[in-house]
């Protein structure tokens, strides 16, 4: 039903450390790691064009460095574990978030399974708009659970609902959730200075939806531009632009670019030796994210 799959691929060798006692400087530069990083998986995840299929669920495997660089951060004691002692999944969600038409629906459901014993990783996107059942609202379109459990008190929120609601729906146990919403995402590009994205082609999206849930008129010019996060959101989010950039695929494809330049700008050492920019960082991930991933585990 659903056949468009991309696979996203990459390679890193996993670093075997002797254990050490941690200091709490130690424990602070491993969690501020550990958050920094976990940012750039949600950004990742959310950059990708992937669309689901209940029979390839497991199948669309590629190497994700993002996943080893964590655990080698994070340590032998202190990698997150599944309920499959081998497998992790997690579902990674973005939502529009205070000021945004339907701020609690997400606009983003994407599901990583990640082999812990291979570093390998499965990326499958769930279309906004399939039918599902959700636990006590009966069949809904499954972008609409995340607004039932916040809205509802369901026990862990919305992102728990969803999780709950994805694991019903294609019997995949959920370990972890992680959930960003617009102004995460551009606040961080703002505080790494802006990004440079290289644009394809010219075209204008004369339907782009506005905060006062009016419509403006956007439009790009083919070259490289060096965008704000609130230009990035647009040239992200632009559903209707003509000169072919209407699709579906379109937009997953500038989503890509978006989230390839901001991985290029955090893991620039101009980024990394700013601290002002690092805790900047950091200040923005601790509004913006819901997760049950804890620092340390």
Request: proline share 3%; charged share 20%.
């Amino acid at each position: 039903m659903y056949n468009n799959i991309n696979l996203v691929q990459g390679t890193i060798e996993e670093k075997r450390r002797p254990k050490k006692k941690r200091t709490f400087l130690q424990k602070l530069v491993r969690s501020l790691l550990f958050i920094l990083i976990a940012y750039f998986i949600i950004s990742f995840f959310l950059s990708s064009k992937i669309i689901f299929s209940q029979e390839t669920l497991g199948a669309a495997i590629s190497k994700l460095p993002v996943i080893s660089q964590l655990r080698s951060i994070l340590g032998a004691n202190d990698v997150l574990s599944g309920k499959d002692e081998n497998r992790l999944n997690l579902l990674i969600m973005g939502i529009g978030g205070t000021g945004h038409e339907g701020a609690l629906l997400t606009d983003t459901m994407m599901l990583a399974s990640v082999d812990l014993s291979t570093n390998q990783a499965s990326l499958i996107s769930i279309p906004r708009d399939l039918l599902v059942k959700i636990p006590n609202n009966g069949w809904q379109r499954i972008n609409h659970a995340n607004a039932y459990g916040d809205l509802n008190n369901y026990p862990g929120g919305g992102s728990a609902l969803a999780a709950k609601t994805v694991e019903d729906t294609f019997g995949v146990p959920i370990d972890y959730y992680l959930r960003l919403d617009f102004s995460g995402f551009t606040s961080m590009i703002d505080d790494l200075g802006g990004i440079d994205v290289s644009v394809d082609r010219f075209f204008v999206d004369n339907q782009y939806p506005t905060e006062d849930y009016k419509v403006m008129t956007i439009s790009f010019n083919q070259g490289i531009e060096h965008m704000d996060g609130q230009r990035a959101l647009q040239f992200a989010r632009s559903r209707h632009g003509d000169n072919g950039e209407g699709s579906d695929f379109a937009r997953a494809k500038r989503q890509q670019k978006i989230l390839f330049a901001v991985k290029d700008k955090i893991l620039n050492w101009k980024t990394l030796a700013n601290p002002n920019r690092v805790y900047n960082i950091y200040n923005n991930i601790t509004k913006n994210i819901q997760t049950n991933i804890k620092p340390g585990q």
